[in-house]
Protein backbone atom coordinates (compact mmCIF):
# COMPACT_ATOMS: atom_id res chain seq x y z
CA UNK A 1 0.00 0.00 0.00
CA UNK A 2 1.44 3.40 -0.78
CA UNK A 3 2.12 5.66 1.96
CA UNK A 4 0.07 8.02 3.57
CA UNK A 5 2.60 10.94 3.02
CA UNK A 6 6.16 10.73 1.64
CA UNK A 7 8.43 12.70 2.27
CA UNK A 8 11.70 13.38 -0.31
CA UNK A 9 15.17 15.07 -0.26
CA UNK A 10 13.24 17.91 1.85
CA UNK A 11 16.18 20.40 2.64
CA UNK A 12 14.63 23.78 4.96
CA UNK A 13 17.38 27.03 5.84
CA UNK A 14 16.49 29.78 7.88
CA UNK A 15 18.83 32.16 6.34
CA UNK A 16 22.57 30.90 5.69
CA UNK A 17 21.88 27.83 8.91
CA UNK A 18 20.32 24.72 7.45
CA UNK A 19 17.98 23.14 9.39
CA UNK A 20 17.19 20.54 7.31
CA UNK A 21 19.24 18.56 4.97
CA UNK A 22 17.96 16.35 2.83
CA UNK A 23 15.45 14.03 4.58
CA UNK A 24 13.55 11.36 3.05
CA UNK A 25 10.56 9.58 5.03
CA UNK A 26 7.59 7.63 4.28
CA UNK A 27 4.59 6.92 6.68
CA UNK A 28 2.28 4.21 5.91
CA UNK A 29 -1.52 3.92 6.68
CA UNK A 30 -2.65 3.45 10.52
CA UNK A 31 1.03 3.57 11.22
CA UNK A 32 2.37 6.02 14.29
CA UNK A 33 5.97 7.01 13.42
CA UNK A 34 7.99 9.38 16.26
CA UNK A 35 10.58 11.29 15.84
CA UNK A 36 13.00 11.19 18.46
CA UNK A 37 16.70 13.31 18.95
CA UNK A 38 18.08 16.29 20.57
CA UNK A 39 16.92 19.54 20.91
CA UNK A 40 17.82 21.81 17.39
CA UNK A 41 17.86 18.69 15.36
CA UNK A 42 15.20 19.63 13.13
CA UNK A 43 12.30 17.43 14.32
CA UNK A 44 9.83 20.06 14.71
CA UNK A 45 10.63 21.87 11.50
CA UNK A 46 10.70 18.57 9.85
CA UNK A 47 6.85 18.55 11.21
CA UNK A 48 5.90 22.26 9.86
CA UNK A 49 7.19 21.54 7.14
CA UNK A 50 4.63 18.41 6.58
CA UNK A 51 1.88 21.05 6.34
CA UNK A 52 3.79 23.90 5.15
CA UNK A 53 3.73 25.94 7.95
CA UNK A 54 7.22 26.61 7.05
CA UNK A 55 8.70 26.88 3.55
CA UNK A 56 10.95 24.57 2.51
CA UNK A 57 13.94 25.30 0.21
CA UNK A 58 14.10 22.15 -1.86
CA UNK A 59 12.12 18.38 -1.69
CA UNK A 60 9.07 16.66 -2.11
CA UNK A 61 5.91 15.86 -0.07
CA UNK A 62 3.62 13.35 -1.68
CA UNK A 63 0.40 13.66 0.30
CA UNK A 64 -2.85 12.33 -1.09
CA UNK A 65 -2.10 11.92 -5.25
CA UNK A 66 -0.22 15.53 -4.98
CA UNK A 67 3.31 16.96 -3.80
CA UNK A 68 2.05 19.75 -1.34
CA UNK A 69 5.55 21.49 -1.99
CA UNK A 70 4.16 22.44 -5.80
CA UNK A 71 3.19 25.76 -6.22
CA UNK A 72 -0.49 26.65 -6.99
CA UNK A 73 -1.73 23.81 -5.21
CA UNK A 74 -5.09 24.83 -2.87
CA UNK A 75 -2.68 24.81 0.72
CA UNK A 76 -5.70 25.58 2.72
CA UNK A 77 -7.63 22.23 0.85
CA UNK A 78 -4.51 20.11 1.62
CA UNK A 79 -4.07 21.54 5.90
CA UNK A 80 -7.92 20.42 6.49
CA UNK A 81 -6.64 16.80 5.98
CA UNK A 82 -3.63 17.25 8.42
CA UNK A 83 -4.05 17.52 11.95
CA UNK A 84 -2.38 19.52 13.87
CA UNK A 85 -1.25 19.78 17.61
CA UNK A 86 0.99 21.96 19.21
CA UNK A 87 3.75 21.70 22.14
CA UNK A 88 1.75 24.96 23.49
CA UNK A 89 -1.76 23.72 22.78
CA UNK A 90 -2.30 27.22 21.32
CA UNK A 91 -5.91 27.36 21.82
CA UNK A 92 -7.96 30.59 20.66
CA UNK A 93 -7.97 31.98 24.19
CA UNK A 94 -11.44 34.46 23.41
CA UNK A 95 -13.60 31.01 22.72
CA UNK A 96 -14.85 28.13 24.45
CA UNK A 97 -13.47 25.00 23.76
CA UNK A 98 -16.28 24.28 21.90
CA UNK A 99 -15.86 27.33 20.08
CA UNK A 100 -12.37 26.30 19.60
CA UNK A 101 -13.51 23.01 17.66
CA UNK A 102 -16.01 24.53 15.66
CA UNK A 103 -14.36 27.78 14.23
CA UNK A 104 -12.46 25.49 10.86
CA UNK A 105 -15.95 23.41 10.85
CA UNK A 106 -17.91 26.16 10.43
CA UNK A 107 -15.33 28.62 8.06
CA UNK A 108 -13.08 26.04 6.68
CA UNK A 109 -15.85 22.83 6.16
CA UNK A 110 -18.28 25.48 6.06
CA UNK A 111 -20.94 23.25 7.77
CA UNK A 112 -24.37 24.80 9.14
CA UNK A 113 -24.43 26.20 12.96
CA UNK A 114 -26.16 23.07 13.97
CA UNK A 115 -24.13 20.19 12.44
CA UNK A 116 -20.92 21.79 13.00
CA UNK A 117 -22.36 22.30 16.99
CA UNK A 118 -23.26 18.38 17.12
CA UNK A 119 -20.20 17.17 15.23
CA UNK A 120 -18.06 19.43 17.87
CA UNK A 121 -19.59 18.17 20.75
CA UNK A 122 -18.63 14.72 19.58
CA UNK A 123 -15.01 15.21 18.87
CA UNK A 124 -14.71 16.63 22.76
CA UNK A 125 -16.70 13.53 24.03
CA UNK A 126 -13.92 11.54 22.10
CA UNK A 127 -11.68 13.38 24.25
CA UNK A 128 -13.63 13.18 27.48
CA UNK A 129 -13.85 16.71 27.69
CA UNK A 130 -18.21 17.21 26.69
CA UNK A 131 -18.73 18.57 30.55
CA UNK A 132 -16.31 21.01 29.70
CA UNK A 133 -17.07 22.32 26.23
CA UNK A 134 -18.80 25.68 27.43
CA UNK A 135 -15.38 26.89 29.47
CA UNK A 136 -12.79 28.95 28.44
CA UNK A 137 -8.81 27.73 27.99
CA UNK A 138 -7.78 29.82 30.94
CA UNK A 139 -10.29 28.00 32.71
CA UNK A 140 -8.82 24.53 31.92
CA UNK A 141 -5.89 22.57 32.89
CA UNK A 142 -2.93 22.25 30.32
CA UNK A 143 -3.65 18.41 30.12
CA UNK A 144 -7.50 19.67 29.17
CA UNK A 145 -6.26 22.58 26.93
CA UNK A 146 -4.34 20.05 24.69
CA UNK A 147 -6.83 17.70 24.94
CA UNK A 148 -9.54 19.81 23.34
CA UNK A 149 -6.69 20.93 20.50
CA UNK A 150 -6.60 17.35 19.23
CA UNK A 151 -10.44 17.72 19.24
CA UNK A 152 -9.76 20.72 17.39
CA UNK A 153 -7.30 18.90 15.08
CA UNK A 154 -9.77 16.08 14.88
CA UNK A 155 -13.30 17.68 13.60
CA UNK A 156 -11.24 18.39 10.82
CA UNK A 157 -11.11 14.29 9.75
CA UNK A 158 -7.48 15.05 8.86
CA UNK A 159 -6.13 11.57 7.01
CA UNK A 160 -2.53 12.27 9.18
CA UNK A 161 -2.25 13.65 12.33
CA UNK A 162 1.13 15.84 13.71
CA UNK A 163 2.00 16.13 16.98
CA UNK A 164 4.69 18.29 18.09
CA UNK A 165 5.71 17.85 21.52
CA UNK A 166 2.07 17.63 22.66
CA UNK A 167 3.38 16.71 26.27
CA UNK A 168 6.39 18.58 26.75
CA UNK A 169 4.52 22.02 28.14
CA UNK A 170 2.34 20.08 30.49
CA UNK A 171 3.03 19.52 34.06
CA UNK A 172 4.00 15.78 34.50
CA UNK A 173 0.95 15.03 36.25
CA UNK A 174 -1.35 15.73 33.24
CA UNK A 175 0.94 14.29 30.73
CA UNK A 176 -0.56 10.82 30.63
CA UNK A 177 -4.17 12.12 29.96
CA UNK A 178 -2.63 13.42 26.86
CA UNK A 179 -1.00 10.25 26.25
CA UNK A 180 -4.45 8.13 26.53
CA UNK A 181 -5.73 10.00 23.92
CA UNK A 182 -3.02 9.35 21.46
CA UNK A 183 -3.45 5.70 22.45
CA UNK A 184 -6.71 5.60 21.71
CA UNK A 185 -6.16 7.39 18.44
CA UNK A 186 -3.90 5.08 17.56
CA UNK A 187 -6.15 2.06 18.46
CA UNK A 188 -8.44 3.30 15.99
CA UNK A 189 -6.31 3.38 13.22
CA UNK A 190 -5.09 6.93 13.06
CA UNK A 191 -1.80 7.78 10.96
CA UNK A 192 0.47 10.21 12.93
CA UNK A 193 3.81 11.97 13.17
CA UNK A 194 4.81 12.49 16.95
CA UNK A 195 7.36 14.49 17.70
CA UNK A 196 8.15 13.53 21.07
CA UNK A 197 10.50 13.26 24.08
CA UNK A 198 8.66 10.49 26.03
CA UNK A 199 10.82 7.75 25.31
CA UNK A 200 8.92 5.63 27.19
CA UNK A 201 5.50 5.98 25.10
CA UNK A 202 7.27 5.71 22.17
CA UNK A 203 8.83 2.37 22.78
CA UNK A 204 5.51 0.95 23.57
CA UNK A 205 3.57 2.86 20.79
CA UNK A 206 5.45 3.47 17.57
CA UNK A 207 5.35 1.56 14.57
CA UNK A 208 8.12 3.45 13.59
CA UNK A 209 10.83 5.28 15.27
CA UNK A 210 13.51 8.30 13.68
CA UNK A 211 16.20 8.93 15.51
CA UNK A 212 17.28 12.91 13.98
CA UNK A 213 20.29 14.90 14.58
CA UNK A 214 21.26 17.67 13.08
CA UNK A 215 19.03 18.34 10.04
CA UNK A 216 19.08 14.16 9.00
CA UNK A 217 17.71 10.81 9.73
CA UNK A 218 20.35 9.31 11.33
CA UNK A 219 18.41 5.90 11.72
CA UNK A 220 14.69 4.58 11.68
CA UNK A 221 13.37 1.39 12.62
CA UNK A 222 10.73 -0.58 14.76
CA UNK A 223 11.15 0.81 18.64
CA UNK A 224 12.88 -2.38 19.43
CA UNK A 225 15.50 -1.61 17.51
CA UNK A 226 16.57 1.96 18.16
CA UNK A 227 15.60 1.41 21.69
CA UNK A 228 17.65 -1.75 22.54
CA UNK A 229 19.66 -2.03 19.21
CA UNK A 230 20.70 0.86 17.60
CA UNK A 231 22.67 0.66 14.61
CA UNK A 232 24.48 4.21 15.03
CA UNK A 233 26.67 5.43 17.30
CA UNK A 234 24.86 8.67 17.61
CA UNK A 235 21.65 7.07 18.27
CA UNK A 236 23.58 4.97 20.87
CA UNK A 237 24.51 7.57 22.87
CA UNK A 238 21.24 9.35 22.75
CA UNK A 239 19.27 6.97 23.65
CA UNK A 240 21.46 5.86 26.19
CA UNK A 241 20.86 9.82 27.97
CA UNK A 242 18.05 9.51 27.17
CA UNK A 243 16.92 6.60 29.63
CA UNK A 244 18.75 8.43 32.13
CA UNK B 1 -19.90 92.88 45.74
CA UNK B 2 -17.87 90.93 47.26
CA UNK B 3 -14.90 88.80 45.81
CA UNK B 4 -16.80 85.30 45.92
CA UNK B 5 -19.99 87.22 44.14
CA UNK B 6 -17.81 88.96 41.69
CA UNK B 7 -16.65 85.57 40.79
CA UNK B 8 -19.91 83.71 40.34
CA UNK B 9 -21.34 86.87 38.38
CA UNK B 10 -18.39 86.47 35.88
CA UNK B 11 -18.20 82.41 35.92
CA UNK B 12 -21.74 81.41 36.48
CA UNK B 13 -24.07 84.45 35.66
CA UNK B 14 -26.96 82.90 35.70
CA UNK B 15 -28.88 85.23 33.22
CA UNK B 16 -26.29 84.69 30.77
CA UNK B 17 -26.59 80.79 31.20
CA UNK B 18 -30.51 81.11 29.94
CA UNK B 19 -29.41 83.72 27.22
CA UNK B 20 -26.80 81.61 25.75
CA UNK B 21 -28.17 77.87 26.48
CA UNK B 22 -29.72 77.71 23.14
CA UNK B 23 -26.53 78.40 21.56
CA UNK B 24 -24.27 76.21 23.65
CA UNK B 25 -26.67 73.29 22.94
CA UNK B 26 -26.57 73.55 19.15
CA UNK B 27 -22.99 73.45 19.49
CA UNK B 28 -23.04 70.61 21.89
CA UNK B 29 -24.77 68.64 19.02
CA UNK B 30 -22.61 69.52 16.53
CA UNK B 31 -19.86 68.88 18.31
CA UNK B 32 -21.54 65.23 19.59
CA UNK B 33 -21.89 64.84 15.63
CA UNK B 34 -18.30 65.46 13.91
CA UNK B 35 -17.22 63.11 17.32
CA UNK B 36 -19.65 60.40 16.31
CA UNK B 37 -18.25 60.91 12.78
CA UNK B 38 -14.81 60.94 13.17
CA UNK B 39 -14.76 57.85 15.95
CA UNK B 40 -16.53 55.94 13.63
CA UNK B 41 -14.67 56.70 10.28
CA UNK B 42 -11.02 56.72 11.84
CA UNK B 43 -11.63 53.56 13.54
CA UNK B 44 -12.61 52.03 10.69
CA UNK B 45 -9.78 53.26 8.14
CA UNK B 46 -7.16 52.81 11.28
CA UNK B 47 -8.51 49.03 11.20
CA UNK B 48 -8.40 48.91 8.05
CA UNK B 49 -5.19 50.00 7.17
CA UNK B 50 -3.68 47.58 10.07
CA UNK B 51 -5.62 44.63 8.37
CA UNK B 52 -4.25 45.73 4.88
CA UNK B 53 -0.46 46.18 6.35
CA UNK B 54 -0.68 42.78 7.68
CA UNK B 55 -0.41 41.25 4.19
CA UNK B 56 2.88 42.46 3.91
CA UNK B 57 3.20 43.82 0.55
CA UNK B 58 6.18 46.18 0.50
CA UNK B 59 5.21 49.00 -1.57
CA UNK B 60 1.77 49.45 0.00
CA UNK B 61 2.99 49.40 3.37
CA UNK B 62 5.51 51.72 2.88
CA UNK B 63 2.62 54.08 1.67
CA UNK B 64 0.79 53.11 5.13
CA UNK B 65 3.58 53.88 7.29
CA UNK B 66 4.74 57.37 5.47
CA UNK B 67 0.63 58.56 5.53
CA UNK B 68 0.69 57.36 9.54
CA UNK B 69 4.21 59.30 10.53
CA UNK B 70 3.35 62.00 8.40
CA UNK B 71 -0.24 62.50 10.22
CA UNK B 72 1.22 61.48 13.58
CA UNK B 73 3.94 64.01 13.18
CA UNK B 74 2.06 67.29 11.89
CA UNK B 75 -0.12 69.47 14.42
CA UNK B 76 -4.08 68.85 13.48
CA UNK B 77 -4.19 72.82 13.47
CA UNK B 78 -1.81 72.87 10.72
CA UNK B 79 -3.72 70.58 8.23
CA UNK B 80 -6.93 72.16 8.89
CA UNK B 81 -5.50 75.21 8.06
CA UNK B 82 -4.19 74.32 4.79
CA UNK B 83 -6.96 72.45 4.05
CA UNK B 84 -9.71 74.96 4.76
CA UNK B 85 -7.69 78.13 2.94
CA UNK B 86 -5.41 76.01 0.62
CA UNK B 87 -7.98 74.23 -1.47
CA UNK B 88 -10.38 76.79 -2.48
CA UNK B 89 -7.18 77.95 -4.54
CA UNK B 90 -7.26 74.81 -6.32
CA UNK B 91 -11.13 75.37 -7.09
CA UNK B 92 -11.97 72.97 -4.25
CA UNK B 93 -13.59 74.98 -1.24
CA UNK B 94 -15.14 72.13 1.60
CA UNK B 95 -17.26 73.29 4.13
CA UNK B 96 -15.06 73.82 8.04
CA UNK B 97 -17.39 70.63 9.18
CA UNK B 98 -15.94 68.69 6.33
CA UNK B 99 -12.28 69.64 6.61
CA UNK B 100 -12.83 69.45 10.46
CA UNK B 101 -14.52 66.04 10.09
CA UNK B 102 -11.58 65.19 7.25
CA UNK B 103 -8.61 65.73 9.60
CA UNK B 104 -9.69 64.65 12.94
CA UNK B 105 -10.58 61.85 10.99
CA UNK B 106 -7.31 61.03 9.17
CA UNK B 107 -5.30 61.84 12.40
CA UNK B 108 -7.48 59.19 14.36
CA UNK B 109 -6.72 56.83 11.65
CA UNK B 110 -3.03 57.14 11.66
CA UNK B 111 -2.86 56.72 15.04
CA UNK B 112 -5.55 53.91 15.49
CA UNK B 113 -3.65 52.03 12.99
CA UNK B 114 -0.60 52.23 14.43
CA UNK B 115 -2.57 50.58 17.72
CA UNK B 116 -3.86 48.01 16.16
CA UNK B 117 -1.01 47.04 14.02
CA UNK B 118 1.20 46.93 17.51
CA UNK B 119 -2.22 44.87 18.47
CA UNK B 120 -1.94 42.35 15.48
CA UNK B 121 1.78 42.26 16.33
CA UNK B 122 1.23 40.76 20.03
CA UNK B 123 -1.00 37.86 18.83
CA UNK B 124 1.14 34.64 19.58
CA UNK B 125 2.20 33.14 16.05
CA UNK B 126 1.14 30.01 17.61
CA UNK B 127 -2.36 31.52 17.00
CA UNK B 128 -1.76 32.07 13.40
CA UNK B 129 -0.01 28.36 13.00
CA UNK B 130 -3.16 26.92 14.69
CA UNK B 131 -5.61 28.61 12.62
CA UNK B 132 -3.95 28.05 9.38
CA UNK B 133 -3.09 24.90 10.06
CA UNK B 134 -6.75 24.10 10.56
CA UNK B 135 -7.17 25.48 6.68
CA UNK B 136 -7.99 28.65 7.65
CA UNK B 137 -7.34 31.21 4.70
CA UNK B 138 -4.86 34.36 6.15
CA UNK B 139 -8.02 36.66 6.27
CA UNK B 140 -10.41 34.15 8.08
CA UNK B 141 -7.64 33.91 10.51
CA UNK B 142 -6.54 37.22 11.03
CA UNK B 143 -10.72 38.02 11.49
CA UNK B 144 -11.67 34.96 13.56
CA UNK B 145 -8.44 34.56 15.85
CA UNK B 146 -5.86 37.34 15.29
CA UNK B 147 -8.11 40.70 15.28
CA UNK B 148 -10.51 39.76 18.09
CA UNK B 149 -7.26 38.93 20.33
CA UNK B 150 -5.46 42.36 19.40
CA UNK B 151 -8.57 44.55 19.20
CA UNK B 152 -9.35 43.62 23.17
CA UNK B 153 -5.41 44.14 23.99
CA UNK B 154 -5.74 47.61 22.11
CA UNK B 155 -8.93 48.86 24.25
CA UNK B 156 -7.30 51.06 26.36
CA UNK B 157 -4.15 53.14 24.34
CA UNK B 158 -7.65 52.78 21.77
CA UNK B 159 -9.46 54.89 24.08
CA UNK B 160 -7.16 57.18 25.27
CA UNK B 161 -6.11 58.31 21.69
CA UNK B 162 -9.59 58.45 20.37
CA UNK B 163 -10.53 60.84 23.26
CA UNK B 164 -7.47 62.97 22.69
CA UNK B 165 -8.09 63.03 18.95
CA UNK B 166 -12.26 64.06 19.13
CA UNK B 167 -11.53 66.80 21.89
CA UNK B 168 -9.80 68.53 18.65
CA UNK B 169 -13.25 69.04 17.67
CA UNK B 170 -12.33 72.84 19.26
CA UNK B 171 -10.29 73.34 16.81
CA UNK B 172 -12.85 74.18 14.39
CA UNK B 173 -13.50 77.45 15.98
CA UNK B 174 -10.65 79.00 13.89
CA UNK B 175 -12.61 77.90 10.56
CA UNK B 176 -16.26 78.74 11.89
CA UNK B 177 -17.22 75.51 12.59
CA UNK B 178 -20.56 76.26 14.94
CA UNK B 179 -19.07 73.55 17.58
CA UNK B 180 -19.31 73.91 20.99
CA UNK B 181 -16.13 76.33 21.82
CA UNK B 182 -17.52 78.59 19.05
CA UNK B 183 -20.54 78.98 20.20
CA UNK B 184 -19.03 79.57 23.65
CA UNK B 185 -16.24 82.42 22.35
CA UNK B 186 -18.82 83.79 20.37
CA UNK B 187 -21.41 83.77 23.13
CA UNK B 188 -18.74 85.02 25.68
CA UNK B 189 -17.94 88.35 23.58
CA UNK B 190 -21.09 89.21 22.86
CA UNK B 191 -22.36 88.80 27.04
CA UNK B 192 -18.92 90.40 28.32
CA UNK B 193 -18.53 87.40 30.82
CA UNK B 194 -17.00 83.86 30.59
CA UNK B 195 -20.26 81.77 31.94
CA UNK B 196 -20.84 80.77 28.25
CA UNK B 197 -17.16 79.07 28.65
CA UNK B 198 -18.27 77.75 31.82
CA UNK B 199 -21.03 75.61 30.04
CA UNK B 200 -18.62 74.73 27.63
CA UNK B 201 -16.95 72.99 29.70
CA UNK B 202 -19.52 71.40 31.40
CA UNK B 203 -20.87 70.71 27.93
CA UNK B 204 -17.52 68.70 27.11
CA UNK B 205 -17.51 67.01 30.53
CA UNK B 206 -20.79 65.51 29.90
CA UNK B 207 -19.79 64.33 26.79
CA UNK B 208 -16.61 62.78 27.24
CA UNK B 209 -16.65 61.56 31.20
CA UNK B 210 -19.47 58.95 29.57
CA UNK B 211 -16.65 58.14 26.62
CA UNK B 212 -13.97 57.65 29.73
CA UNK B 213 -16.39 55.25 31.57
CA UNK B 214 -17.71 53.29 28.66
CA UNK B 215 -13.57 52.79 27.40
CA UNK B 216 -12.85 51.10 30.92
CA UNK B 217 -16.65 49.23 30.50
CA UNK B 218 -15.48 47.79 27.37
CA UNK B 219 -11.78 47.24 28.72
CA UNK B 220 -13.81 44.76 31.45
CA UNK B 221 -16.82 43.35 29.24
CA UNK B 222 -13.99 42.32 26.50
CA UNK B 223 -11.51 40.98 29.05
CA UNK B 224 -12.18 36.94 28.02
CA UNK B 225 -12.27 35.08 31.23
CA UNK B 226 -9.20 34.57 33.24
CA UNK B 227 -8.79 31.36 35.59
Same mark, same amino acid.
Given at each position: MAPVMSISGLRLSYGATEVLSGIDLDVAEGEATFVIGPSGSGKSSLLRCCNRLEEPGAGHIQFEGQ? /????? /??LNQIRRRIGMVFQSFNLYPHMTALGNVRLALRHVLKLPRDKADALAKTQLDRVGLSEHMSQYPAQLSGGQQQRVAIARALALEPRIMLFDEPTSALDPELVGEVLGVLSELKRDGMTMIVVSHEMRFAQNAADKVVFMSDGQIVEEGPPAQIFDAPQAQRTRDFVAQAAL | MTRFEAFLDTFFNASVMQRYLPDIIEGFFITCGIAILVVLAGLALGLALAVLRSYRIRLVNILIVVFVDLLRALPPLVLILILYFGLPNLGLTLSGFVVLWLVLTLVLAAFAEEIFWAGILSVDQGQWAAARSTGLGFFQALAYVILPQAIRLTIAPLTNRTIAITK?????MVIGVGELLNQATTAQSFAGNATPLMMATVAYLILFVPVVYLGRWIETRFAWRRA
Open positions: D /ILASG /ID | NTALG
